[in-house]
């Protein structure tokens, strides 16, 4: 499983940017699906990975943030509705060991989340004992390379209204990281500023 | 003094809330029973009894689905039921299926040609059901909070609070998003879901737990359960798009590109062929099926000769709608060109029409008619005034009798009376004249208007 994820990534066509100190890579798959990552240049941390995939229909759709965060640009005319600014806000922010997941605009105390990991249907299930938050979401990571989902890894924290939920990366895991960043490192990224422009 | 303004806030709130009358909206459907047959007085629909039944076969053979490019031609005098037949076929058809509407004049534009726009409207009449990943956000509604600025102009913004069992959220309304809240009476207690790409809100019913037994409501009115989990959730929903759509969908220019192209509105002929091969290869997988509708052209007398020899050579393409055209003219001349052919359409095109023809109505229908009016309206008249206006509506016309409705009612309302009698019938046919009498009019008086004496040149010449 890890392999043709590897695979996958190795033989799309990649295009690759140094800038801000960030390595920023834009991959585009065969069937036209279209990824971007970021990494720091320095910890190589993943600090963005977002999908932008075609609709059935043939449309072009929005890119998809699956880790990281980006300033929401929505237009209210446009769009017509929107998450109010005062709700929780879900953000995934992996560190070198673990996965994590910050919940912003979260009052409760601890001991009102409850969040446990449904391995058969490979979804982690956060709830309040007050009804007013309630979310499941997946580790795509771990279904990319295989690896089972369990309880035990998972740890939830809570302070200044921000619930932070880690799960601990697998060693296989942390494996498939090295060789992928091995991979990176061998592309060639062109500098942001100094972009070969010679005026005849 | 405060309780007089808040008495003005709720009649501002009540305007939005009455559905306007328009000249068919008592028509509910064909009016036909399980046999085809038509019944003399049902769903709005009066008299024309052999032209309903034969609308009631062509929407049988709609919705078998096969046939594809068939025309039919309803062919009347005016004021003889067209429209409202037409009307009728969309009503029963029900909403799955693509009913356009156009007039004949509507396709003469200087933005597109003719043809396109002809061409748009077939692809709109022709529905691809697929299956599709959407985005919605299902909930019961807590509260919607709308406030107007307080200068009494400018954007409104709002509030929506849903809920599941499990969770609560609140959303920011845009000006669309509220207008169509308010379109679907929206209220706290309502079961909503609304699809996040288009805005589209669906009510499904009311909350079990805001069921009360001193509650008036309709006998449509639905208990369905909250929604639990999460209140966004990723759908795969079954939904008919129209292959025009497809094709908006798929011309956009993208990106900054879409800043230098000067959009016209016209679709690419390549894009289409792509969307129809794309249409095929779903339907050989099994992805999709085509659901083929109804393309409608009033006053199609209005369309001139290349449009119907673009007709002529559309039909027969096996992605082509069923296509129902109205015209009330006898033989004149086909437009664009010196020839006159019968309802101005050309011998070639009729040929490949079935004609069905409406007559004019008789008296016990034109009572009928206007008895239905009256309702839809909400008139009260008096069994005298009923016939009177029946006589003037045989005499003059249908539509002439039906306008006097409304008139006479706002005299009776004036005379503060409860009931239109035949006295406020007689005011109102003074005060307005019929076609007939005017023209009368006309020629009594035709040396006093202006221009008069162009006429007798253009005679003489």
């Known amino acids: 499983m890890a392999e043709l994820w590897i695979n996958k990534l190795v033989s799309a066509q990649k295009t690759c940017l140094v800038q801000d100190n960030k390595r920023k890579i834009h991959f585009t798959f065969s069937d036209g699906t279209e990824l971007v990552e970021e990494y720091d240049i320095k910890s190589d941390e993943l600090l963005v990975r977002k999908w932008k995939k075609k609709s059935t229909l043939g449309g072009v759709g929005k890119w998809e943030i699956e880790v990281g965060e980006q300033p929401s640009q929505f237009n209210l005319e446009i769009d017509g509705l929107a998450e109010s600014t005062a709700n929780p806000v879900f953000v995934r922010k992996d560190t070198k060991t673990n996965f994590q997941w910050r919940i912003r605009n979260l009052p409760y105390p601890l001991d009102n989340y409850k969040v446990t990991a449904k391995p058969d249907q490979g979804k982690v299930v956060i709830s309040t004992v007050n009804k007013k938050y309630y979310k499941t979401f997946e580790i795509p990571d771990l279904a990319r390379c295989g690896l089972p989902l369990e309880q035990e890894p998972l740890e939830i924290a809570h302070a200044n209204s921000t619930l932070l939920i880690s799960y601990k990366k697998p060693p296989a895991f942390l494996a498939v990281e090295k060789k992928l960043q091995q991979e990176f490192k061998k592309l060639k990224a062109s500098k942001d500023g100094d972009v070969d422009c010679a005026p005849s | ?461």
Not at chain 2, 16 to 23: K, P, Q, V
Not at chain 2, 353 to 382: F, G, H
């Open chain 2, 1 to 461: 003094m405060a309780a007089p303004t808040v008495e003005k806030v709720q009649e501002i709130r009540e305007v939005t809330r009455i559905e306007r009358i328009g000249a068919h909206s008592h028509i509910r459907g064909l009016g036909l029973d399980d046999a085809l047959e038509a019944r003399q007085v049902s769903q709005g629909m009066v008299g024309q009894v052999k032209a309903r039944k034969a609308a009631g076969v062509i929407l049988e053979i709609i919705k078998e689905g096969k046939i594809a490019g068939r025309g039919i031609l309803i062919a009347g005098q005016p004021g003889t039921g067209k429209t409202a037949i037409a009307m009728g076929m969309a009503q029963a058809l029900g909403t799955d299926t693509p009913f356009t509407s156009i007039a004949g004049s509507e396709i003469f534009s200087l933005e597109m040609s003719k043809t396109e726009a002809l061409t748009q409207s077939f692809r709109k009449s022709i529905g691809v059901r697929i299956k599709e990943e959407t985005e919605i956000i299902e909930g019961e509604i807590v509260e919607v909070q709308i406030d107007r600025p307080a200068t009494g102009t400018g954007a409104k913004v709002g509030k929506l609070t849903l809920k599941t069992t499990e969770m609560e959220t609140i959303y920011q309304l845009g000006q669309k998003m509220i207008e169509s809240l308010t379109k679907e009476k929206a209220q706290a207690g309502d079961i909503v879901t609304i699809d996040k790409a288009t805005g589209k809100i669906t009510k499904l019913g009311r909350s079990f737990t805001r069921a009360r037994d001193y509650d008036a409501m309709g006998a449509q009115t639905k208990f369905v359960q909250c929604p639990e989990g999460e209140l966004q959730k990723r759908k795969e929903v079954v939904h008919t798009v129209t292959l025009h759509e497809i094709d908006v969908i798929n011309s956009r220019t993208q990106g900054f590109l879409a800043l230098f192209s000067g959009d016209t509105g016209e679709i690419k002929s390549e894009v289409r062929e792509q969307i129809n091969s794309k249409v095929a290869e779903w339907r050989e997988e099994g992805k999709a099926e085509i659901v083929p509708g109804v393309l409608f052209i009033d006053e199609v007398h209005m369309l001139d000769i290349e449009c119907f020899s673009f007709l002529n050579r559309a039909l027969e393409s096996d992605m082509a709608p069923i296509l129902i055209m109205a015209t009330n003219r006898g033989i004149t001349r086909i437009r664009g060109t010196h020839y006159t052919s019968p309802h101005g359409i050309p011998i070639d095109l009729l040929d490949r029409l079935v004609i069905i023809s409406t007559s004019p109505y008789e008296e016990k229908e034109i009572k009928q008619i206007l008895k239905i009016r009256c309702e839809e309206e909400d008139v009260e008249m008096s069994d005298d005034a009923l016939t009177v206006l029946t006589r003037i509506g045989m005499e003059t016309s249908l539509r002439y009798s039906i306008q006097l409705i409304t008139a006479a009612n706002l005299v009776c309302r004036k005379r503060k009376g409860t009931e239109v009698d035949v006295d406020d019938i007689k005011r109102v046919y003074t005060l307005f004249l019929d076609e007939s009498r005017s023209t009368q009019f006309l020629k009594e008086y035709q040396q006093e208007f202006m221009f008069n004496e162009n006429t007798d040149e253009m005679e003489t010449s």
